[in-house]
């Protein structure tokens, strides 16, 4: 597991993405300009990337705009009232507290965890959530407050933009307290702004471009993630990004795109004609015996081919 890069701590993100970066810090990070003034990171998601990297200022932008507000929330209140917030909402809705209490305290075990306690409280937690029009730094706490409870702390709306992710296993454990608290620290002490915007609003040209550095990490065309169910990353998506990274090249400036060429069986042709005129770099990617150099022609199904495409 990732924990020290170039002599930097990494900070692991409070929520959970798929495709979520920490895991390829190490590999990835080393392959970034040594010297950046700002880095736009166009698709923050859980921004493990965004809050780990070197750079005098760094852009976050994201079209969750609920996952926006939370890092605002974060950023402009008190680690105190954020935690405290969270620990009310838990009392409120009679949550498990497992980290006080155990499992057994629920009639629950580690193994099937502790859905079966929390599911109606969770219920009842989305639903004032969802029935709440009024944007506000609780409603904000409220929203985390579900991913902590939701299964695998991912995030889920409905085409109604309604919260619809189901009731998880876990609660607000001791790990997931600490990779907030430090997140929290983390955002608080560097110079970093969130936007809630589609990736196509960039406005290139309003950055100084000396030092400059984009990095993309899309949704992927060829998997599936909870975040991208209703507003389906599609063809016409990939290939407005890829334009938006040749003329970002055309114009002199770094960019970094992550993605896979391969998953499952299935393989990203435009990405893969697209990526010749630029540099290929495989990553080894988490799980056995997927690194592609070595395994090329075996579980050829099951395996991804886990890139970073750079264009310096
Ligand atoms: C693979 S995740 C990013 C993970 C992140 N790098 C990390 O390590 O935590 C992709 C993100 O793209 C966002 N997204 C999807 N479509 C977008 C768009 N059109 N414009 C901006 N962001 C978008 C999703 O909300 C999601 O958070």
Redesign the pocket.
Known sequence: MTAIVNNKQMIK?PLN??????KLLDQIIPLFPKNISTMI?????????GVNIEADKIIS????KE?IRLFNSFKEHSKDGVFQTIFDIIDKYSLSKSFEYGYEYYDCNSLKGLGKYNKEKFIKLRKDYNSLSQDSFYKDIMFYTIIIYSFNNQIRFNSKGECNIPVGKRDFNKNLQQNLSNFIDRIKSIDIEFYA????ELDINQYDKDNLFIYA???YLITT?T??EQ?G?NVH?EKELLELLDLIDSKGIKFAL?NVFENNGRRNKILEKWSKNYKIHYLKHSYKNSNYQKNKNKNSLFKTVEILVTNF
Do not use: C, E, H
């Open positions: 993100s993405f798929t495709g979520g970066k920490y990171d166009l698709f923050s998601g859980g921004s493990n990337v932008i994201d079209n969750q996952l915007m589609d990736f196509v990490d899309p949704p993630a975040y991208n507003n990353w998506r992550s």
